[in-house]
């Protein structure tokens, strides 16, 4: 994946990342909140050499201070200094651990020496730093200072003191800290900011690699290298309300079936399929929704349409439309009635075989002689027979139902079907034969807008009817009949979610 493809990903799926980066934000406050504060007092020696006022003795003892100046500044947290300023102060703790908050340093070519305490107690600290400072001076000039010989060779000698050739001096007193260094409560929110973002990276990423599902129509083209004829968006009503091609609805859901008809005439312009099977790889990918409405899409055309339930094991055709379903394809397959006897129709413009009773062998009924027959009567009596079948992956139903079609259309949920069930169901039609015309990518993202601002009205732009096989009547057919409102004249629609 490309840096733009990756950074899709983490548009796509922002609350992670809000999420993780809140996360982050609040363990930096946590941290800030739980350390305690820690104080810095600072104090400053200034190293010197007793000579003569010589410059040139000068000039030795500046050589001289710099080039020890780097060992005193080791000597500072040594026990011999820690010891005693611990005695001294009544501290409560070893003069190792008190060595750990003390740090001193030489700057190059001078001669100071900078000692730092750090302390819970801003007080504390600053009477540490002077005890230390006070304490280190004693302990370097005695180490500075020479001993006597064994043996005086004058009496003058014996008398004369012995001194230090250096002498330290205090040029800045240890100043009581008003504000800690520790915890810096920016230092620790830009760290929580990152921690939190590349959380959110890292999480986004190992989503993306576990996650195969198909998010986007070009996706799932790119994938099953199968034209996508449509993508239907989301709309949360069709859970309660299936269909969505009333004669005048100007909505997404409308428009994105009629864009499915027009590219699926477009797709078979040199060979018509006039028996059409919609089916999925698994349940609940919306596959009875997209029967339904292209059916119904297609009847707006002027074609003579006829919808086919033949999920033999969760119909819900009738139920969708408000029709009969106890008498329907089942009881044509098993010689109880003709085809013509059982059509019904919805809305005066659309003519529906329902499942009819659910048989206890829909896979055997399906691929019997009898089926090819009841479909080869509905292709000589209409234009186009959309067949509900039911999904491939859970039963064998479909599978033998699809040779019968003159083709099959391939619905896949978007965020839901994984890329294994795609390429299985893919398959299994091709081991049967079948002609795969495309998929449809139903509950897709909705698109940004309400309505598409080309002026267009409800009038519905006409559209080319597919070529019959058959010679139709020379007269004027009238147009069907439609409900006020351009709705579709059935009876209440049901309940049940997507198929």
Not at 21 to 47: C, H, N, S
Not at 68 to 91: C, D, F, K, M, N
Not at 389 to 414: E, F
């Amino acid at each position: 994946m490309d840096l733009r493809g990756y950074l899709k990903v983490l548009a796509r799926r922002w609350p992670t990342v809000l999420v993780c980066l809140l996360l982050g934000i609040g363990v930096g406050e946590t941290a800030t909140a739980l350390t305690t504060p820690v104080y810095e007092a600072r104090t400053q020696l200034f190293v010197a050499t007793r000579t003569g006022v010589d410059t040139s003795d000068l000039t030795q003892g500046q050589a001289f201070s710099q080039a020890r100046v780097q060992s005193y500044a080791a000597i500072v947290p040594t026990r011999p200094v820690t010891q005693h300023v611990v005695r001294e102060l009544g501290l409560d703790v070893a003069p190792e651990e008190l060595a750990s908050q003390i740090t001193a340093e030489a700057p190059l070519n001078t001669v100071l020496i900078n000692i730092t305490v750090r302390d819970t107690v801003p007080a504390r600290a600053a009477r540490i730093a002077d005890a230390v400072a006070g304490r280190f001076i004693t302990v370097v000039e005695r180490l500075e200072t020479p001993k006597p010989a064994a043996a005086p060779a004058t009496a003058a000698e014996a008398t004369r003191p012995v001194a230090s050739p250096v002498s330290l001096g205090v040029t800045q007193q240890a100043v009581v800290p008003t504000a800690p260094v520790s915890p810096n409560r920016l230092l620790d929110l830009l760290a929580g900011v990152l921690g939190g973002l590349l959380l959110g990276a890292g999480v986004v990423a190992l989503r993306e690699a576990l996650d195969t599902t198909i998010k986007t129509s070009d996706a799932l083209g790119e994938f099953t290298s199968l034209p996508v004829l449509g993508t239907i968006p989301y709309d949360r009503s069709s859970v309660r309300q299936r269909i969505a091609m009333d004669a005048a609805s100007t909505s997404q859901r409308a428009e994105a079936f009629r864009k499915l008809r027009a590219n699926l005439q477009f797709a078979q312009v040199d060979d018509r399929s006039r028996i059409i099977a919609v089916t999925s790889p698994v349940p609940g990918e919306g596959k009875t929704t997209t029967s339904i409405n292209l059916a119904l899409s297609l009847a707006d055309a002027g074609m003579r349409t006829c919808l086919v339930d033949a999920d033999l094991r969760r119909p819900s055709v009738a139920g969708s439309f408000g029709l009969v379903q106890d008498a329907g394809l089942t009881t044509v397959l098993i010689g109880q009635a003709r085809v013509e006897d059982v059509i019904q129709e919805a809305g005066g413009r659309l003519a529906v075989l329902t499942s009819g009773a659910v048989p206890p062998n829909p896979t055997e009924l399906l691929s019997c002689g009898r089926m090819a027959e009841v479909l080869r009567e509905l292709a000589a009596e209409y234009d186009v027979v959309i067949v509900d079948s039911a999904p491939l992956l859970p039963v064998a139903d479909t599978l033998g139902l699809a040779p019968l079609a003159d083709g099959v259309l391939l619905v896949v949920r978007a965020s839901k079907t994984g890329r294994e069930q795609i390429r299985n169901a893919a398959e299994s039609l091709s081991r049967t034969g079948t002609r795969i015309l495309g998929t449809v990518f139903s509950m897709a993202s909705a698109y940004k807008s309400e309505g598409y601002g080309y002026g267009y009205g409800p009038a519905e732009v006409p559209v080319p009817r597919l070529a019959a096989t058959h010679e139709e009547p020379a007269k004027a057919a009238a147009p069907p009949a439609a409900a006020p409102g351009g709705a579709v004249d059935v009876l209440p629609r049901s309940s049940v979610g997507e198929k």
